[in-house]
């Protein structure tokens, strides 16, 4: 059972990164948008562009995962290819596990290409590859099943983009990618340690530039717990939305 | 023989707006279906068919009611009774950017089967089912009745013992439902069982070894098409078609239970006219489902909407 599980949470994943994550068009978005934003954030108020780095990462790194996965399910919903994968000997989290999969790789690959392109102009430094690494192989995972839960509680694809914006974009601006979320008034700043994107941007700053581990430990702690909050919620509104 | 499918007293209800009484969609229906036989599932739009075939193949809970498949319980072995049937559903919903023979392999590799048979058997079934041309060519591109058997393809690609096929032929052109049909034949040869559902009375009757039909959620025959036939209300008939003195056409339409004498009268009251034909008519299934239904098989396609494989000749 666990073994079928697997397999098809792996092919599933594969086949979403095959036919519909790797276009060349949801490449070009992953990369260029958050550069865009943080480029314009940048000629606005110069300065040490570093400061912007981890934000970049982020931002990428959820617009990545994002994109795809927010409207992934309900376009096969609408199109009955879900049923398919229904049909197939998978129970539903695993079934989930194989969309956030597909979510998190695409994610993940156009954000090390951002990252590779920052490492060559400002320099690797004191970089702390193994909490960089979990820092963004969990922002990931949280990003991602953000994207299913959207999915999930939509019933047209419209409505998925629509719904994904109205989180991201409040997101952006509360979430330490332009502005250190100390400097927000107070009840701005418990609303942003309700958002994902700040324990990634607070873990991926530790992660390039150093600062306290345990507020690393944290913030891993705390996308750790996004991720399974999300894929549970996502898990029984699709058990719901197919009964 | 044994019975792959055994179904006792399946249920499903739908809740509606408050005060109002629930949906009974399909009502503590029975039946078995016969390892190896192609078993028909007939009714009208709305009787019950494709939400008998979601709680048979998993996608939708029986609110009561139970059934074995492949010898498993539906309730306790979902995931292992997954593994042994293919379901066809009404509408084609392969990936359409994957290419044909990639949604082939897509499907072997949900199902568990190796790596190394997954391409030859790939290639195999779209030569069998003719679109070996097509292999490379995305499912969105491909013509109706070829997404229709790629999607058929598919459901066999684990080579499942039982398949499931909802309305197979419907939106095809005449040649494409011909050859569909012809390869459900062969299927059955193979000893595949079949489910299917249809609206096409003539092909129920052409593929089907049995034939349920299934009325507001109930099932209200169930027999062999001879047997739904020698039900039939009405009685055979034998008409004779004779040259008038005039070189007119006459035909004389005698109903009997007695063809052989009613051929001798026929022929008899025909005197020295000279007899152009004389034929047997016997009760169709229409005659079997207007019976039971109400509805024809006019009004049948009406419901549906098309006519497409509706012309089941050939």
Request: hydrophobic share 55%.
């Amino acid at each position: 059972m666990l073994r079928d599980d697997l397999r098809c949470l792996w092919y599933i994943a594969l086949k979403d990164l095959r036919a519909y994550y790797f276009k060349p068009p949801n490449i070009s978005w992953g990369i260029l948008f958050p550069f865009a934003f943080v480029l314009a954030f940048a000629i606005r108020n110069p300065g040490d562009l570093r400061t912007l780095i981890p934000g970049l990462l982020a931002l990428t790194l959820l617009f990545g995962t994002t994109s795809m996965e927010a409207i992934v399910i309900v376009f096969e919903r609408r199109l009955g290819s879900l049923e398919r994968l229904l049909l197939a000997p998978v129970r539903l989290p695993a079934l989930l596990a194989g969309k956030l999969l597909g979510g998190m790789v695409f994610g993940l690959t156009v954000t090390l290409v951002v990252l590779v392109i920052v490492l060559a102009v400002f320099g690797a430094g004191s970089v702390n590859w193994l909490l960089l690494a979990l820092a963004l192989l969990l922002a990931a995972a949280a990003f991602s099943a953000l994207g299913a839960l959207v999915s999930v509680a939509v019933k047209e694809v419209f409505e998925a983009q629509t719904l994904a914006n109205f989180i991201r974009f409040p997101m952006m601006f509360l979430g330490g990618v332009f502005v250190p979320v100390a400097s927000l008034p107070p009840v701005l700043q418990i609303v942003a340690r309700l958002l994902p994107l700040t324990y990634a941007v607070e873990a991926l700053r530790v992660a390039l530039f150093g600062g306290s581990p345990a507020l690393a430990a944290l913030d891993l702690l705390a996308l750790a717990g996004f991720t399974a909050v999300l894929f549970w919620l996502a898990a029984r509104v699709l058990a719901q939305r197919v009964a | 023989m044994s019975d792959v499918i055994q179904v006792a007293g399946l249920t499903k209800t739908y809740a509606t707006d408050k005060g109002r009484p629930p949906l009974v969609a399909v009502a503590g229906i029975d039946f078995v279906v016969r390892e190896g036989e192609v078993f028909g599932f007939l009714g009208p739009n709305g009787a019950g068919k494709t939400t008998t075939i979601r709680m048979l193949t998993g996608l939708a809970r029986p609110t009561s009611g139970g059934a074995r498949v492949m010898g498993l319980d539906l309730a306790a072995d979902l995931p292992r009774i997954k593994k042994q049937i293919g379901v066809v559903p009404e509408a084609s919903n392969l990936y359409d950017e994957l290419t044909a023979l990639d949604n082939l392999v897509f499907a072997m590799q949900l199902y568990g089967v190796p790596r190394v048979e997954r391409r030859p058997r790939a290639e195999a079934l779209l030569a069998r089912f003719r679109l070996g041309e097509k292999r490379d060519a995305p499912f969105a591109k491909l013509s109706r009745g070829m997404k229709r058997v790629l999607t058929i393809a598919a459901g066999l690609a684990h080579r499942p013992p039982l398949l499931f096929l909802d309305e197979p032929t419907t939106g095809l052109d005449v040649m494409s439902a011909r050859n569909l049909r012809g390869m459900i034949a062969a299927l059955r040869d193979e000893g595949v069982t079949i489910f299917l559902t249809t609206h096409y009375l003539e092909e129920a009757e052409r593929l089907c070894d049995r034939i349920a039909v299934i009325v507001k959620g109930r099932i209200v025959a169930l027999d062999t098409v001879a047997g739904l036939k020698a039900a039939a209300p009405g009685r055979t008939a034998v008409e004779v078609t004779y040259a008038g003195a005039d070189g007119d056409v006459a035909t004389r339409r005698i109903e009997t239970d007695d063809v052989a004498t009613a051929v001798q009268a026929a022929l008899a009251e025909a005197g020295d006219r000279r007899v152009l034909a004389v034929n047997t008519v016997r009760p169709t299934l229409e005659d079997v489902f207007v019976g039971l239904t109400g509805l024809g098989a006019e009004a049948m396609l009406a419901e549906k909407g098309g006519k497409g494989g509706g012309n089941a000749a050939g």
